[in-house]
């Protein structure tokens, strides 16, 4: 069974910084599209950041120059270096993996909050 588990969350303040991890098994994590979503309270999921098989990169609006997205193939893992963190930024963080829009996985959900 194809599991995707994030972890790394928790409280932060605003100003700090966090790294979300997802560690992917089962699957050939470098044939996949990473992304990371977040749900706030209340809001719709958003689309965080996005790397390609080939590690190419893309990010919402709201995060550029804060979040960095990143890969390491060898060890099936996806992660997300957040920065200058702001209270918005609270959240559940989803890890998932897609493939030519077939294959499609996600995570459990690591919670972020940032609050001083």
């Known amino acids: 069974q194809v599991q995707l588990v994030e972890s790394g969350g928790g409280l932060v303040q605003p100003g700090g910084s966090l790294r979300l991890s997802c560690v992917a098994s089962?699957?050939?994590?470098?044939?996949?599209?990473v992304n990371w979503y977040r749900r706030a309270p209340g809001k719709q999921r958003e689309l965080v950041a996005t790397?390609?098989?080939?590690?190419?990169?893309n990010y919402a609006d709201s995060v550029k120059g804060r979040f960095t997205i990143s890969r390491d193939n060898v060890k099936n893992m996806v992660y997300l270096q957040m920065n200058s963190l702001k209270p918005e930024d609270t959240a559940v963080y989803y890890c998932?993996?897609?493939?030519?829009?077939?294959?499609?996985?996600w995570g459990q959900g690591t919670q972020v909050t940032v609050s001083s």
């Open positions: 998932n993996a897609n493939r030519e829009g077939k294959w499609d996985y």
């Open positions: 089962r699957i050939t994590f470098n044939l996949y599209v």
């Open positions: 790397i390609s098989s080939n590690s190419r990169t």
